[in-house]
């Protein structure tokens, strides 16, 4: 087996060895000290105190992966460029803190669209307000995130032409991105067999293997980011035609209250109008018969 063979051996008996240890350990921690704890049950009540706890641990979690991907920035800067030997303990770090986030994304995701279905439509505006709230904060915390992944992308990508060059120093760029797209292993093979800078090579060659498991990560981690992010839009999307759904309804019920108040006043003039034309006829009627009476008692007295 050649050494190259071993190596990427190597590499994928640590990979399994990391996923069995995640999943023999669900509280798996990371290097920075930090557990991966569940996040608490949402409480069971749907009154405002119960809500305000539930829009508060949100917000906490919120600001815990904005931690998180402040300390995968800072790691992955320190992984890039440290010299002190420490890089196995930096990915395995990166790993953790990779893995603890997207279980708080989806975490957050969730808690987010379950508070949207509890909150009735009548309810107060201000706890409208609050999801919305919360819906802003953590579509900052994902666009935070993503330009965080996007960064270790461009350094990684870097990272990659600089040990091309060190092997190959008249690499072209079209040469470093098909590396990068293929991972074809030649050049180094190549290297490892030819050239008298064996050592150098070897040590190029186990670098450019680290920045292609950076890039696969970080490219799981983007898509599954856009995703949520158009899960979060598509969700504010719906609430928003809920609600001008809702505000219509209430400008229709205003508008047809004040047509039934139009109405009814008009009724009531009308009603109003029909009692005095009575009366201006009953009017009449008397006068007409007191006429009558006049005239009747007349004629028959002249008579006599």
Known sequence: MSTIDRLAAARRQKEQDIELSRLN???YASQGGSTLRSPPPPPSGTGPSSFLTEVSSVE???????????????????????????????????????????????SIKRRI??????????????????????????????Q???????EGDMRSRQQISKQLHIVKPDTTPEEVQAFI????????????????????SRLAYKEVQDRQQDLRRMEKT?????????????????????????????VDIESNTKGALENTKLAVISARNYRKGRWICFGIFVAICCILAIVLGIVFGTRK
């Open 60 to 106: 906490q979690d919120i600001q815990r992966l904005h931690s998180n991907v402040s300390a995968i920035s800072t790691t992955r800067i320190h992984y890039l460029t440290s010299v002190d030997g420490n890089g196995e303990e930096d990915n395995e770090k990166l790993e953790n803190l990779t893995y603890e986030s997207r279980q708080l994304t989806q």
């Open 222 to 250: 983007l898509a599954e980011l856009a995703q949520l992010f158009n899960d979060m839009a598509i969700l504010v999307e719906q609430q928003d035609t809920v609600v001008e759904a809702v505000e219509q309804t209430a």
């Open 144 to 150: 935070n995130y993503q330009q965080v992944e996007h």
């Open 181 to 200: 797209d293929g991972g074809h292993q030649q050049v180094f093979a190549e290297a490892l067999t030819t050239s008298t800078r064996y050592g150098e």
């Open 113 to 142: 669209e379950q508070l949207e279905r509890q909150a009735p439509l009548q309810d107060s505006q201000i706890r409208r307000n609050q999801i919305g709230l919360l819906r802003k904060h953590f579509l900052e915390a994902i």
């Open 25 to 27: 350990n669900p509280s």
